[in-house]
């Protein structure tokens, strides 16, 4: 499976972006997907995460009520609409499928990785 993060760059505070997530190769359309970001001096964080059918979501309380993630029906392409963006989302954005129907908030859980699209959010 090979997944193809874009839609990052530069924003301003209180702005939006839109990432995408494709997924070529092996289907994924029973499993999980999911975003993780690491900002420069931390660790990897969960995001967000989207069931195998797109029924359930969880997200990171830090994200909760700005950020929504969607995938579509085909199942290949996966969304984060990031909205009211602040500084401290700055980082680099990664995607991820999981191993199983639905993925959890731990890297464990996912078995393939994208290459990343940075997020830069100006105060």
């Known amino acids: 499976v090979q997944l193809q993060a874009s839609g990052g760059g530069l924003v301003q505070a209180g702005g939006s972006l839109r990432l995408s997530c494709v997924a070529s190769?092996?289907?994924?359309?029973?499993?999980?997907m999911g975003w993780f970001r690491q900002a420069p001096g931390r660790e990897r964080e969960f995001v967000a995460t989207?069931?195998?059918?797109?029924?359930?979501?969880n997200y990171a309380e830090s994200v909760k009520g700005r950020f929504t993630v969607s995938r579509d029906k085909a199942k290949t392409t996966m969304h984060l609409q990031m909205n009211s963006l602040k500084p401290e989302d700055t980082a680099v954005y990664y995607c991820?499928?999981?191993?199983?129907?639905?993925?959890?908030?731990?890297?464990?859980?996912?078995?393939?990785w994208g290459q990343g699209t940075l997020v830069t959010v100006s105060s």
């Open positions: 989207i069931s195998w059918d797109g029924a359930r979501t």
């Open positions: 991820a499928g999981a191993r199983g129907s639905f993925g959890g908030t731990s890297r464990s859980n996912y078995n393939y």
């Open positions: 190769g092996r289907q994924l359309s029973n499993n999980a």
